[in-house]
Each structure stands twice: as structure tokens, then as C-alpha cells.
């Protein structure tokens, strides 16, 4: 069978989405439900109590064979992953820049501990296939374009907690006795719909749209190999129904680009000049990101899709026509 003809293989089978009111997360429950899965979402984020959860969940929430559940990851329990066919994991404190200091406590439980804990809840229910998202953060100051077998040299408490979380999930999946095969994407700066509001296209299409300035942190020259969110998604996909196991495997938009040329692609799309102020560099940044994919093209049959222009333009239009997620929580 092709590998994009698995797309289509959900139906009748569950899938458990950790993260799922986030921004992959949501776009990934959309997609399982399209394609004939039954899904339970859960999230710590309740779309009764929060807006952007709520904005992000509408679809799926009036979608038959969709669940939502509100739990942490740590409270998820081998009796509910039982009936899943599949687990993808993406739940995860996120952000790179505010990962210093004592809010370590929170990315160390959020990312390392709660992943041990459902990786010991998948190999005790059974669960065959866990995908887990891992990120470009992993790579730090590596050698570029970056290789899943190359060095990892993370440069924030970020990058350390997502290596630690993906290398737990792996030494366990490599046990003889191990019952689920696991796959672990390293995810270069997704970007589109539902983008967090902290991310930096978020903040270039917010200042567009309320001509509150956005923090250029730098001087715009650092590189981000940026992956629109339908070929994030379509990567998950394929994680899911092919045999690549016990690896990290990297997913990547088109090309590594500079932050002043999404800024003046922003422009072009958008027909406004992007409100910046200058400000220093960030710890934790690093100066570049750039990966090499061959192993996601032999191995998943991936190849990115969406143009940075055209992502935009379809982050833009998305941001037009929400009411208020975007616009929710502003520029920090
Ligand atoms: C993003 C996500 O936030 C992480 O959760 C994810 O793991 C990571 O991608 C990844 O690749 O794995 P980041 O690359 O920092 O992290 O993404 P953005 O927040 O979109 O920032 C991109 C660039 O724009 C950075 O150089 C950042 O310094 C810059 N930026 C961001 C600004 O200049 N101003 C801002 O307000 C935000």
C-alpha cells in the first residue's frame, strides 16, 4: 500500500491525544477525526473553562467519535489507555526562552516526569504504537543541517527536558519486554492555524492586526527551519501507521529561512509593515536550525508540502477569522 493511503486507515480504531486542546495537538484530533479515527482528547486545559482550548476544540467537539477529557498526563491510567490503538503524546510545557531558572520545576514534571509516567501506562495497557513529539531544541549548537544520529548539544533547560523526555520513551521502548513501539518526531518550529500566541509569526500577525509592536529578540539574522502545522500533522499521520521504531526522527518545513525574511514575508503576505522593537538576544536561542530529513523521507515517506508564503497566508486568514484565540494573552 502507499504510504499516504495509511492516512484513511483510522477508521473504527481510537487514538489517545495528550495536548490535545494545543496547537498541534487540536490540529491533529482534526485530521484523526477526518480520517475515520474515534479519538479522546486529553488536556489539563478545559474548553468549558478556557477560550483558547475552546476555539481550538470546536471542530472536534461536534465531531461524532470524539471524547474530551480534562486530566493531566500524570493522572492517566493504564485502564484508560487500554482500548487505545495509539498514543500520540504531545502534551508538554513549551517555549524555549522561559524554560530558566525556577520555571525548570514545571518543564522537568511537564515534559520528563509525565512522560515516564505514560510510557510505564502504555507498556502496562498493552498500547502497541506510541508517537511522542520531540523538538529541533534537542540540536542546540550541533553541526547543521542536523542529523538524528549526529550530536545533540541542546543550549536551554527547554531543549535538556524534550532530549531527556524523548531518550526516556526510547531506553524504554529498546527493553526486550518492551510491548509498544515507539517513534519520537523531532519538530522544527511548526507554525499555522492555532499557533501559540508567545511564538514569533504569532506575534508578527498580531502586530499587523493591532499595531502593537512585536519584540524582534536579536538582530533578525538567526535561521528556523519553520514546519507548517498540516505537514507537522501529516507527519504524526504517518508516524502512525508505518514500522519506523525506537528512533528520533526529524520533521522540518522546506527550508531554513532568517526571522527578517518571514518578517518581510509577512509583509508581502499581509500588505503591512510589521511594528518591531528591538531587543536583546535571548539565552536559550540558538543562532540557527536546519535539519536533515532524510531519515523522515525513508522512513515515513515524509516531504514537506506547505511554502512558508503560503503557510502564512493561511495563518493569516485563519487569525482574520477567529473571533479571539489569537488575540488572547497578547504580547508578553
Ligand atoms: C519553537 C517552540 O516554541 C518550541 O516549543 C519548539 O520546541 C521549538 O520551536 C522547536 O523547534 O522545537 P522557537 O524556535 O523559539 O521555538 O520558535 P518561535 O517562538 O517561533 O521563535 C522563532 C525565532 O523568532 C526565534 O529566534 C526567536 O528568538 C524569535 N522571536 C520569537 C522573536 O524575535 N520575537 C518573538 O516575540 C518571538
Redo the contacts with the bound molecule.
Keep these: 500500500m502507499h504510504k499516504l493511503d495509511l492516512l484513511n486507515t483510522g477508521r473504527g480504531k481510537l487514538a489517545l491525544v495528550t495536548g490535545a486542546a494545543g496547537f498541534i495537538g487540536s490540529n491533529l484530533v482534526d485530521a484523526l477525526l477526518a480520517s475515520g479515527w474515534r479519538v479522546t482528547g486529553i488536556d489539563r486545559r478545559s474548553p468549558e473553562t478556557d477560550p483558547v482550548a475552546a476555539a481550538n476544540l470546536q471542530q472536534a467537539l461536534t465531531t461524532p467519535g470524539f471524547t474530551f477529557e480534562q486530566a493531566d498526563v500524570t493522572d492517566t491510567r493504564a485502564r484508560e489507555l487500554r482500548k487505545a490503538d495509539i498514543v500520540f503524546h504531545l502534551a508538554a510545557a513549551?517555549?524555549?526562552?522561559p524554560s530558566w531558572g525556577v520555571n525548570f520545576a514545571d518543564y522537568m514534571r511537564d515534559n520528563l516526569t509525565a512522560t515516564h509516567h505514560l510510557v510505564q501506562e502504555c507498556e502496562r495497557a498493552d498500547v502497541r504504537r506510541l508517537v511522542l513529539a520531540s523538538?529541533?531544541?534537542v540540536y542546540g549548537t550541533a553541526p547543521q543541517p542536523s542529523a538524528e544520529d549526529g550530536p545533540l548539544l541542546p543550549i536551554s533547560p527547554?531543549g535538556v527536558s524534550?532530549l531527556a523526555a524523548e531518550q526516556l520513551a526510547l531506553a524504554y521502548a529498546a527493553r526486550s519486554a518492551s510491548v509498544t513501539s515507539t517513534v519520537a518526531l523531532r519538530?522544527?518550529?511548526?507554525?499555522g492555524p492555532r499557533q501559540?500566541p508567545?511564538?514569533?509569526?504569532s506575534?508578527m500577525l498580531y502586530a499587523v492586526r493591532t499595531g502593537v509592536p512585536?519584540?524582534?529578540?536579536?538582530d533578525g539574522h538567526?535561521r528556523?527551519n519553520f514546519t507548517f502545522v498540516t505537514d507537522a500533522v501529516r507527519a504524526l499521520l504517518l508516524a502512525a501507521s508505518t514500522g519506523t521504531t525506537g528512533r528520533a526522527v526529524n520533521i522540518a518545513g522546506p527550508a531554513s529561512v532568517t526571522?527578517q525574511m518571514v518578517l518581510d514575508t509577512v509583509e508581502e503576505v499581509t500588505g503591512q509593515p510589521v511594528p518591531v522593537v528591538h531587543t536583546a538576544?535571548?539565552s536559550g536561542?540558538p543562532a540557527s536550525?536546519a535539519a536533515d530529513t532524510r531519515r523522515a523521507t525513508a522512513g515515513l515517506g515524509y516531504r514537506p508540502a506547505v511554502s512558508l508564503p503560503e503557510g502564512i497566508t493561511r495563518q493569516w486568514q485563519w487569525m482574520r477569522a477567529a473571533q479571539s484565540a489569537p488575540l488572547i494573552g497578547g504580547?508578553a
Excluded: C, E, H, W
Excluded at 94 to 97: I, S
Excluded at 187 to 191: A, I, L
Excluded at 214 to 218: A, F, I, P, T
Design positions: 513549551t517555549g524555549v526562552r523538538s529541533s531544541s527547554y524534550k519538530f522544527f518550529t511548526v507554525y501559540r508567545d511564538m514569533a509569526i506575534r512585536m519584540n524582534l529578540y536579536g538567526q528556523r526571522v538576544s535571548r536561542d536550525t504580547p
